[in-house]
């Protein structure tokens, strides 16, 4: 089945949506030992169907599977790659905490990690393209214990080469957008750092025949920009509606052309934004003059997780309605 994605402001998503019940059950239940990694595998498909379907009912062009696998976005893969150990919980913001892993030996991938649900996803979506959303090399380094590696660098390139091998099996399996997901790198916006990461992320992405996207949220975006510009992406996911825009001005002070995954949906409140505002939202950025509307990918600013999955909803139908106007504007 085909599914047409518009030309103008095709409305996507980050990842992450709310997580259903018994996807937590699930995951519970394989950390527990009482369900093998294929059986688990196999009944979070449940969930996941369920996130497809909410994602086709609001109308969003580009979906995922909602992560509903994925206890945390580093976890997750540290869980299934040889030379991680499990580490005590520590706290990241408010009352979230995740349980900080361990790397104690080399770092291997001796099996698929996350393919199998893109394959299901892409299989339910309609016709409707499936990121593959994976987690970057600099964010596993700064949310995981080294305690084998020598250095930050043969760290990160160590952690590189396991997310390439996954994305390249990804892309043979026929994944058209591969997004990697960098939020610890506007934590620390120094020259730097953007340069190790740059270097490993060139590495993982380099020949990848597909739409290359990496997201980056919060933090001080404004300052890391002008250092990742010749990253070799395709685009950028970053946020802009939880820091009121502030990051519009530097698209232009500093030349931005890459395609732009803009974020207008604050995922870390639960008022749902109006049509209007979304709208208004569009126009800010189209009013700079920066991009043609071609370029531009409507999403929220980050994962949907933190919200009910009623609010989680709600903003994405308004998202998508709104997109829709704006296209007849723009």
């Known amino acids: 089945m085909s599914y047409h994605l518009p030309r103008k402001f095709p409305t ?27 059986e688990f595998h196999r009944l979070i498909k449940g969930p996941i169907s369920e996130v497809v379907k909410d994602y086709i009912e609001a109308g969003v062009d ?3 599977d909602g992560e509903q696998s994925r206890e945390d976005m580093v976890v997750y893969f540290a869980q299934r790659v040889q030379g991680y150990s499990e580490g005590e919980w520590v706290r990241i913001y408010d009352n979230m905490y995740f349980r900080k892993p361990v790397i104690v030996g080399p770092l291997a991938r001796t099996s698929r990690l996350a393919v199998d649900d893109w394959l299901f996803t892409t299989s339910i979506s309609g016709g409707r393209p ?21 250095d930050r660098r043969e760290l990160i390139m160590a952690l590189a080469k396991v997310i390439r091998e996954e994305i390249l099996d990804a892309v043979k399996a026929g994944a058209q957008y591969v997004q990697v997901d960098e939020p610890a790198l506007s934590t620390r916006p120094w020259k730097e750092e953007a340069e190790l990461a740059g270097e490993a992320l060139s590495y993982v992405l380099s020949g990848v025949e597909a739409k290359r996207i990496v997201h ?6 404004e300052r890391i920009l002008p250092y990742i510009l010749d990253y070799p992406v395709d685009q950028f ?4 509606k939880n820091s009121n825009f502030r990051l519009l001005p530097y698209l232009k002070e500093y030349g931005y052309n890459k395609e732009l995954g803009y974020g207008v949906v604050d995922v870390h409140s639960m008022q749902v934004e109006t049509v209007k505002e979304i709208k208004d939202a ?15 990918f409507i999403n929220p600013d980050c994962g949907l997780k933190p919200l009910p999955r009623e609010v989680a909803k709600a903003k994405l139908i308004n998202m998508v309605r709104a997109t829709s106007e704006a296209r007849k504007e723009w």
């Open 130 to 150: 499936v990121k593959f959303i994976i987690t970057g090399p600099y964010t596993m380094m700064e949310w995981s214990f080294n305690t084998y590696y020598r």
């Open 237 to 240: 996911a970053l946020e802009f």
């Open 216 to 221: 980056i949220c919060y933090g001080r975006l």
């Open 282 to 296: 569009i126009e800010k950025l189209m009013k700079l003059d920066v991009l043609p509307p071609e370029k531009v």
């Open 12 to 38: 996507t998503v980050i990842g992450s949506y709310p997580k259903l019940p018994e996807a937590n059950e699930l995951i519970k239940r394989r950390d527990r030992g009482e369900i093998s990694e294929e």
């Open 62 to 64: 580009i979906i995922s």
